[in-house]
């Protein structure tokens, strides 16, 4: 069965900085790009980024590019996403996802909340 | 950059209705469009791919067309269990943007 398991919830102060993880499971992790999607409170997904654990490529959006970083580790079958920086703005729901034809598996979701 | 809009924004219908949500990317994707349903509170559920390839255990009344810009789901018999939000997504190439999604309600 093919998982994907998410860090838990943080709760962090402006400034700080912070890395959230996802760690797949029973399949080959190298093998399938993993994207990272935010969900802002009450609002839609937005697609930030996706990595290939395989070779460590990664692609940004746009609106993310420069504001967070992506990276992989395939010996420990994880991705990351981090911040150096955090702001209030950054409160949301953070879903790591594996990329097959669409995205066919979700991570359960990462809250992360920013908050003086 | 590529871009996805979906319509209406939200709907409201009836138990049995057929209900219809269209999405329309701003370049050809060919037919790498995925369609997700999220109930309040969950994780994004893939329900279709490859515009109207229906994901393994989702029922029948869900279904998908279209290919290039121009895309729809489309839902025969609305059930209580389909009240959600809707987002489609370009997978063709990045980035893999989503829809502002479509709250269907009942």
């Known amino acids: 069965e093919v998982q994907l398991v998410q860090s838990g919830a943080e709760v962090k102060k402006p400034g700080e900085s912070l890395k959230i993880s996802c760690q797949g499971s029973g399949y080959t992790f190298a093998s399938y790009w993993i994207a990272w999607v935010r969900q802002m409170p009450g609002k839609g997904l937005e697609w930030m980024g996706i990595i290939y654990p395989g070779d460590s490529d990664a692609r940004y959006s746009p609106s993310f590019q420069g504001q967070v970083i992506i990276t992989a580790d395939k010996s420990t079958n994880s991705a990351y996403l981090q911040w150096d920086s955090l702001q209030a703005s950054d409160t949301a729901i953070y879903y790591c996802?594996?990329?097959?034809?669409?995205?066919?598996?979700w991570g359960q979701g990462t809250q992360v909340t920013v908050s003086s | 950059d590529l871009q996805m809009t979906q319509s209406p924004s939200s709907l409201s219908a009836s138990i049995g209705d057929r209900v219809t949500i269209s999405c329309r990317a701003s370049q050809g994707i060919t037919n790498y469009l995925a369609w997700y349903q999220q109930k309040p509170g969950n994780v994004p559920k893939l329900l279709i791919y490859s515009a109207s390839t229906l994901q393994s255990g989702v029922p029948s009344r869900f279904s998908g067309s279209g290919s290039g810009t121009d895309f729809t789901l489309t839902i025969s018999g609305l059930q209580p269990e389909d009240v959600a939000t809707y987002y489609c997504?370009?997978?063709?190439?990045?980035?893999?943007?989503f829809g502002q999604g479509t709250k269907l309600e009942i």
């Open positions: 996802a594996r990329r097959r034809d669409g995205y066919e598996n």
């Open positions: 997504q370009a997978y063709y190439s990045v980035p893999n943007p």
